[in-house]
């Protein structure tokens, strides 16, 4: 019988013990032993709740109880999560987490702490909520060098994207829905302005190259200065606005950001609308692969934390594969990329932005405003010619 303790009974944790008990004996037969959830850790009491006899409040009852040996850690947040997830470690008790910040801070280290004490670190459900992706980037994507990852990794702000393409729906609003759906963060400027998907590129460039590359040098822009006019001219051009989380090999140099995009009604990104997220990923032999799922909510990622728990069950006392190591990675200047870029200005500063850009076609939504799309620049090049155009509205990149 294997026995798992969850801490943190909010969304993803209620959802990894509905999940264990809802489809246990489908899980039971995979894992060729039965399982069940002993402990709850959280600091709240949920009288009337089925499994309120599990709740406990003292964290050391899971810690010294011989018979857990996987912990769900849930909770979210780098503190206590993170010192409850070094102790369970250095017991032997085997973490599976779907905190990306924690994975994001401290992820090499306790992975190695798991390796030095025969158990595992998992962290499927930090990227993507349901979607596999870091079980396949550690197993069937090994034989690859992979070149670039172009993920739309936040189902909030996709959600949010999407509503208001659709349906014209007001920024606010939408983004309360959200909230009221679970799928947004504690504090949703993580989504907004990029934050959370940034951490999950973070995550996913780690394992591309083996190092680790921190957030903070992750060049984030949000989706809060993106208006309804920018979501008609996106129709005009046939494309969809989103959120994207890149990640790119160019020589030996590797460069990650998260922006919005225009991306083309011909890239498979360019329909993964709602809270679904996508990571489209080129491999140098296997060429071009995208994985799509459930990005947010209680079910999906609660379904990656029991997928790694299952792979915690059997792999008793064996290592689990993930390269990453504790070596930074220090980050190419995503200026020097090229792209083509999307510009509007005022209808006053026509001439000068027509004399700046080689532009490949103007597009007409108002008659105050004029907007064009560049041929391919380098971003330091575009941000050079752009800040010396007076009344700018506001630009977007093209994927
Ligand atoms: N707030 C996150 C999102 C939750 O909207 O994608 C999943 O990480």
Request: net charge negative.
């Amino acid at each position: 019988m294997i026995k798992v303790a969850v801490l943190g009974y909010g969304t993803v944790g209620s959802g990894v013990v509905q999940i264990l008990d809802d489809n246990n004996s489908v899980i039971a037969s995979r894992l060729g032993e039965d399982i069940e959830v002993k402990y709850i850790l959280d600091l709240r009491d949920f009288p009337g709740d089925k499994n309120e006899g599990k709740i406990v409040h003292d964290y050391n009852v899971i810690l010294e109880d011989p018979e857990i040996g996987i912990v769900c850690e849930t909770m979210g947040g780098v503190n206590p999560a993170y010192q409850f997830s070094k102790d369970a470690l250095l017991k032997g008790k085997s973490v599976c987490t779907s905190n990306k910040e924690l994975v994001e801070n401290h992820g090499p280290e306790l992975i190695k702490i798991a390796r030095e004490n025969g158990c595992n670190y998992l962290f499927e459900a930090s990227v993507g909520g349901g979607i596999p992706i870091i079980r396949p980037m550690n197993t069937s994507l090994a034989p690859e060098n992979i070149q670039k990852i172009m993920g739309i990794l936040n189902g909030t702000t996709n959600f949010i994207l999407t509503k208001m393409a659709g349906e014209g729906a007001n920024y606010d609003d939408v983004l309360k829905q959200a909230q009221e759906m679970g799928y947004a963060e504690r504090n949703p400027e993580a989504d907004v302005e990029g934050y959370d998907a940034g951490r999950k590129i973070a995550i996913l460039s780690s394992l591309m190259t083996g190092k680790t590359v921190k957030f903070a040098d992750v060049h984030t822009e949000g989706i809060t200065k993106i208006d309804t006019l920018d979501f008609e001219y996106a129709k005009k051009m046939g494309k969809a606005i989103k959120l994207i989380a890149m990640a790119e090999k160019n020589g030996d140099e590797y460069t990650a950001m998260v922006a919005p995009f225009m991306i083309g009604a011909d890239h498979p990104l360019n329909g993964v609308n709602g809270v679904f997220n996508a990571i489209y990923l080129t491999g140098d032999m296997l060429g071009d692969v995208m994985f799509y799922g459930q990005g947010a909510g209680k079910l999906a990622t609660a379904s990656a934390v029991v997928s790694d728990v299952i792979d915690c069950g059997r792999n008793k006392n064996k290592e689990i594969p993930c390269v990453w190591s504790e070596e930074k990675l220090t980050l190419g200047d995503y200026k020097k990329t090229e792209r083509q870029f999307f510009v509007r200005i005022d209808m006053r500063s026509r001439g000068q932005v027509v004399n700046k850009f080689s532009y490949l076609k103007s597009i007409e939504v108002t008659d105050t405003e004029f907007a064009l799309v560049t041929g391919k620049m380098t971003e330091a090049d575009f941000l050079d010619k752009i800040n010396s155009i007076d009344n700018v509205i506001s630009w977007i990149r093209l994927a």
